[in-house]
């Protein structure tokens, strides 16, 4: 079973920074990809941000120049620096890996963090 831990949550001020981590653990033989994506209340989850295991990089519009998504795959960890945040990202941010393979040849599988609660309000 792999799990996936988010970390770093929390309330800012308009144009402050904040740094997500996510750490998946268990099992893992590989991950293809991993990435953020945050659901804002009556809204539909969106995509933030996403990063391959070789290091290619796909942001949203309204995140591109503010947010930069890094990876450390010998932790398979995956984050999140936010920058010049804006209230409109706040948010509940998930953490994401996709095609997480346990062996070599099993079946690839995706996974999703908990969520963590990002404020950004004065």
């Known amino acids: 079973q792999v799990q996936l831990v988010e970390s770093g949550r929390g309330l800012v001020q308009p144009g402050g920074s904040l740094r997500l981590s996510c750490a998946a653990s268990?099992?893992?033989?590989?991950?293809?990809?991993m990435g953020w994506y945050r659901q804002a209340p009556g809204k539909e989850r969106e995509l933030v941000a996403t990063i391959t295991s070789g290091g290619t990089t796909y942001y949203a519009d309204s995140v591109k120049g503010r947010f930069t998504i890094s990876r450390d795959n010998a932790r398979n960890t995956v984050y999140l620096q936010m920058n010049s945040l804006k209230p409109e990202d706040t948010a509940v941010y998930y953490c994401?890996?996709?095609?997480?393979?346990?062996?070599?040849?099993?079946?690839?599988?995706?996974?999703w963090g908990q969520g963590t609660q990002v404020t950004v309000s004065s």
């Open positions: 268990g099992t893992i033989f590989s991950i293809d990809a």
């Open positions: 994401n890996a996709a095609r997480v393979l346990t062996t070599p040849r099993a079946r690839g599988n995706d996974y």
